[in-house]
C-alpha cells in the first residue's frame, strides 16, 4: 500500500492518484486529490485520472464514485472540459454521478454560483492588464485594451534573458490604465482607472473575467469613479481605498464589494485624501502605504486599516521624505516597498530605494535598490518572489520595458526581460489558465 508520508508535492497529480489508486487494496482515502500545491495542467485531468481507476474495476470501485466525484473542482474547467464531464458515460449510467452532471451542467448554463473554488496553485501565471504606452508612429500615447501572461521565462547565454508573452483575451470596452485588479476565486476583478487623459475620462465600472468560462461579466459600478488608487482582496471581499476623482479631488472613502450578494458598499474612510498610495494584506490585516495627500504633499506613512474603525500609525517608511507610484506586496512576512517618485527640494524625482517592514517589530529596514526606475508599475507576486512589470521615470519621461523580480533570500534584483512594449500605468496579477487559454 503506498505511504501517504511520500512526498507527492513533486511528482504530477494524476499520476500518484493513479498509482495510489491502483495499489489501494482496503477502502481507499483520496486526501491527495485535495492537495492544492500538487501540479496538474487542468482540472480534466484529475476527472480522468478517477474516472480511469472505476472503470478498470467498476464492480467492486463504483461505491467509490461519489466520494472520488467529491475531490474534483469542476468551476475550475472551461466549457469545452465541462461538456466532457457531461458526456461521460460512467457518471449518466449511475446513480453515483448525477450530482457531478448536474453541477457540470448548471456551470454551463451559468446557472451555479463559483466561489470558494481555490486553483491548485502551479499552474498560475503572470499576466498584464491595461496600461498605455507610445504608439507606433510615437506621435502620442495611447490606452489599451491587451492582457498578456507569460508562456515561459527564458534564460540565454551570459546576462541575456528573455520572456516568451501571449496573447490572452482583450478587456471590454472601453481600454483601461491607472487602474487596479484582484483575484478571488481565481477570477479576475477589473477595476476603475481611466479610459483616456481627460478628467471625465476617469471610471467606476467593474468588470471580471473567469479564466475557466473565458467570459467576461460586467458588475455593479463602484460608488465613485477612481484613477491612481489601491486594491486588495480581504476575507472573501474586493476592496478599493482612496484615488483621484477627478484631477481635482482626491478620494478618502472606502468601498468593498462582496461577490454573493453582488453589492458594493461603503467602509470606515481613511484618515485623510490621498492619491498614488499602495495597499497590501498580510497575515490578515491591510495595510496602506504613502500615497500624494490633496496639498501634493508625497507622504511617508503607513497604516494599519480596519473598514470599522480606520486608520491607525505605523511606522513610517525610511528612504526619503516620502513616496507615491509604488507598489507594496506581502513577501515572505513582510511589506516589500519598491519603485514609484519621491520629493526633492524641488519637485519630484526617482525613487530606486526599497525597503521591507517588519510587522512584528514595527521597523523598516532596507532592500537593494532597483536598478532602473519604475513608477507606476504593476506588480505581482508568486512563490515568495516580487515581480516588478513596467512603469516610467520620473526624471526621463521614457517609460519602461524591464521585469525584475526579487528574491528576498538572496536579495538580489533579477532582470527576467521585457514586456510585450513599454507599458506605463499598467497592473499584474497571477491567474490559473486553462489549457484552452495557453493555447
Not at 448536474?102 to 451555479?112: E, V
Not at 519598491?338 to 523598516?364: H, I, K, S, T
Not at 507599458?423 to 496579477?429: E, G, I, N, P, S
Request: net charge neutral.
Amino acid at each position: 500500500m503506498l505511504s501517504w508520508r511520500w512526498k507527492v508535492e513533486s511528482v504530477s497529480l494524476p499520476i500518484v492518484l493513479y498509482l495510489l489508486l491502483v495499489e489501494t487494496t482496503s477502502e481507499p482515502s483520496f486526501a491527495v486529490g485535495y492537495k492544492d500545491e500538487l501540479r496538474v495542467d487542468s482540472e480534466v485531468v484529475v476527472f480522468r485520472a478517477l474516472m480511469s481507476w472505476v472503470e478498470e474495476d467498476k464492480a467492486h470501485k463504483m461505491t467509490n464514485l461519489q466520494g472520488l466525484l467529491q475531490i474534483v473542482r469542476f468551476p475550475l474547467m472551461s466549457p469545452a472540459e465541462l461538456e466532457e464531464v457531461e458526456g461521460c458515460s460512467l457518471l449518466r449510467r449511475n446513480a453515483e454521478g448525477r450530482e457531478a452532471l448536474q453541477i457540470a451542467r448548471k456551470l454551463l448554463k451559468g446557472n451555479q454560483k463559483v466561489t470558494g473554488c481555490k486553483p491548485r496553485t502551479p499552474n498560475q501565471v503572470l499576466v498584464l492588464v491595461g496600461g498605455d504606452s507610445v504608439n507606433d508612429n510615437f506621435e502620442r500615447r495611447e490606452p489599451n485594451r491587451s492582457l498578456w501572461f507569460a508562456q515561459r521565462f527564458l534564460r540565454g547565454e551570459g546576462l541575456i534573458r528573455t520572456i516568451e508573452w501571449e496573447p490572452l483575451v482583450q478587456l471590454p470596452e472601453p481600454p483601461r490604465l491607472r487602474h487596479c485588479v484582484c483575484v478571488l476565486d481565481n477570477c479576475l476583478y477589473i477595476l476603475g482607472g481611466r479610459k483616456y487623459y481627460g478628467k471625465l475620462d476617469i471610471l467606476k465600472s467593474v468588470v471580471r473575467f473567469s479564466p475557466a468560462q473565458g467570459q467576461w461579466e460586467c458588475l455593479p459600478d463602484m460608488a465613485s469613479p477612481r484613477d491612481y488608487f489601491a486594491a486588495v482582496c480581504w476575507r472573501g471581499k474586493v476592496f478599493v481605498l482612496g484615488g483621484n476623482r477627478d484631477d481635482t479631488n482626491y478620494l478618502d472613502s472606502v468601498e468593498y464589494y462582496t461577490p454573493e450578494d453582488n453589492t458594493w458598499r461603503s467602509a470606515h474612510p481613511l484618515d485623510t485624501p490621498i492619491c498614488g498610495h499602495a495597499a497590501a494584506t498580510l497575515d490578515g490585516e491591510i495595510f496602506i502605504s504613502g500615497g500624494c495627500d490633496s496639498h501634493l504633499r508625497c507622504l511617508p506613512s503607513l497604516w494599519h486599516y480596519d473598514p470599522v474603525y480606520g486608520c491607525s500609525n505605523r511606522a513610517p517608511m525610511a528612504s526619503g521624505a516620502g513616496r507615491a507610484g509604488h507598489v507594496m506586496l506581502a513577501v515572505r512576512n513582510q511589506l516589500v516597498v519598491a519603485g514609484g517618485l519621491q520629493p526633492l527640494q524641488v519637485g519630484f524625482g526617482d525613487q530606486l530605494q526599497c525597503e521591507a517592514y517588519d510587522v512584528m517589530q514595527n521597523r523598516w529596514m532596507p532592500l537593494p535598490p532597483l536598478p532602473r526606475p519604475h513608477l507606476s508599475p504593476a506588480a505581482t507576486s508568486l512563490d515568495g518572489m516580487l515581480y516588478v512589470l513596467g512603469g516610467s521615470s520620473s526624471d526621463s519621461g521614457y517609460d519602461t520595458p524591464w521585469v525584475y523580480r526579487y528574491d528576498p533570500q538572496d536579495k538580489f534584483w533579477d532582470k527576467l526581460g521585457t514586456m510585450p512594449r513599454a507599458y506605463a500605468d499598467l497592473a499584474a496579477c497571477m491567474l490559473q489558465l486553462p489549457i484552452s487559454l495557453r493555447g
